[in-house]
């Protein structure tokens, strides 16, 4: 990472995007589109230039390190050739079926996901895979530093660049979210224990999921399982696909009175508890298993224009607004019922993730890792500064050396 001596005038980079970016943890977001049209390569490099690129200054910019040990944001000219991709998939019979285009481009995609950025160049890279597979006719993968901005914003991002097809002239919108109504929010029908649960209730979770978070992250480990091997190196995997009916998911967000979320964490959890299973006959259903899901903190119900985030003083600015939740992966018994009921799995996962919602410990973790991040940088500072000092010191030493030498002399 480039070093500047100077960083005044330059954007800092924030607390959740320097962990994002580090030397232990580097998170990317690969995002896909599947065209029924094939693109022009000129169009495409021009529209990637003249319309992606101005979106944000993130996208023409590096991350330095200032003086002080903080990183900051740093424009740079931009090479469009180093940052646009078009891979060419070839069999080794020729022509390649659509079919053997998808194993191709399931590899290609395992293959950039594991590879770092460049250095010196901004964090972003388009690739266009122009062979037609099962599902399209050309595909478009977006692979985006996580530390350039949130889902939030780059959807905004996504949103600023397309045209409605009925008329362009109007800015492409998203319905926005509703609350689904409860049949218990009657305040009348609210005895007097559940008040006073619904008031200590934040209080003991968010003394209990701070104490956890800070366990989970110093001392207290998962066990070793399929999902988890104990290597500090990173080890590769293999990308796989699956399709949900988004009809369906919503109709068991309705009968469970949970959120979209909701149902599809509990899918996941519930996948990789059999999965784990499957692979190993050591493992079983009630291993200690630890997700880390991301929280949206944006307190907004739709999105909002990107020429609205990137303005001082944005109520939704751009940037990563989230926090990190320890959400234990549920356990299960082969003789559970929620083993065979998916749907009561799917219920212990909202429950486990309401309560996480309902404390203040991933605000206070926050606070705490900015403060961490402060001190860390207060000491490189420090560092410094006795280094120089040292260097000083021997500088002047030697100087009087000399000195007294030339005297002898």
């Given at each position: ?21 580090s ?53 740079v ?55 037609p ?6 595909t478009?993968?977006?692979?985006l ?34 609350k689904?109504?409860?049949a ?12 006073v ?18 366990l ?26 699956i ?23 509990g ?9 784990m299973?499957r ?7 009630s ?20 020429r ?12 990563n607004?989230f926090?990190f939740?320890?959400?234990p992966?549920?356990k299960?018994?082969p ?35 900015e ?36 005297l002898?002399?």
């Amino acid at each position: 990472m480039e070093l500047i001596k100077e960083d005044d005038g330059l954007e800092p980079v924030s607390p959740s995007g320097q962990y994002l970016n580090s030397k232990v943890m580097s998170v990317s977001i690969l995002g896909i589109l599947e065209l029924e049209i094939p693109i022009d390569d000129s169009q495409a490099m021009s529209f990637f230039r003249d319309i992606f690129l101005p979106i944000n200054p993130r996208f023409s910019s590096i991350m330095v390190t200032g003086e002080k040990g903080a990183r900051k944001w740093k424009k740079v000219g931009v090479n469009m050739e180093n940052h646009v991709h078009v891979p060419s998939f070839s069999s080794p019979k020729g022509s390649s079926s659509p079919s053997e285009n998808d194993s191709f481009l399931k590899s290609y995609i395992s293959q950039i996901a594991m590879q770092p950025f460049p250095q010196g160049q901004p964090l972003w890279e388009i690739h266009i895979i122009k062979c037609p597979t099962s599902e399209a006719q050309e595909t478009l993968i977006f692979k985006l530093h996580h530390a350039l901005g949130d889902g939030y914003s780059l959807v905004a991002a996504l949103l600023s660049c397309l045209q409605r097809a009925d008329d362009p002239s109007l800015p492409v919108t998203s319905p926005s979210v509703k609350k689904f109504s409860s049949a218990n929010k009657d305040d009348r029908n609210i005895g007097l224990r559940k008040v006073v649960s619904r008031c200590f209730s934040p209080l003991v979770n968010t003394v209990r999921d701070f104490g956890w978070s800070l366990l989970k992250s110093t001392c207290v480990k998962d066990d070793l399982s399929p999902i988890r091997s104990g290597s500090e190196s990173l080890q590769p995997y293999s990308v796989s696909t699956i399709t949900f009916s988004l009809d369906q998911i919503k109709e068991i967000k309705s009968r469970l009175r949970v959120t979209v979320n909701d149902v599809i964490s509990g899918v996941i959890f519930l996948a990789t508890r059999l999965y784990m299973q499957r692979v190993s006959t050591n493992s079983n259903l009630s291993t200690n298993s630890t997700a880390l899901v991301l929280l949206n903190t944006r307190n907004l119900r739709d999105y909002k224009p990107v020429r609205d985030m990137v303005r001082p003083n944005s109520e939704s600015p751009w940037g990563n607004h989230f926090a990190f939740l320890h959400v234990p992966i549920p356990k299960v018994k082969p003789s559970d019922s929620q083993f065979s009921d998916p749907l009561k799995f799917v219920h212990k996962t909202h429950e486990v993730i309401k309560r996480k919602r309902s404390s203040f410990g991933v605000i206070l973790t926050g606070k705490l890792l900015e403060i961490m991040q402060k001190c860390r940088n207060a000491e490189v500072c420090a560092r410094r500064d006795d280094r120089l000092s040292k260097n000083a010191k021997y500088a002047k030493s030697d100087l009087q050396n000399c000195y007294e030498c030339a005297l002898v002399c």
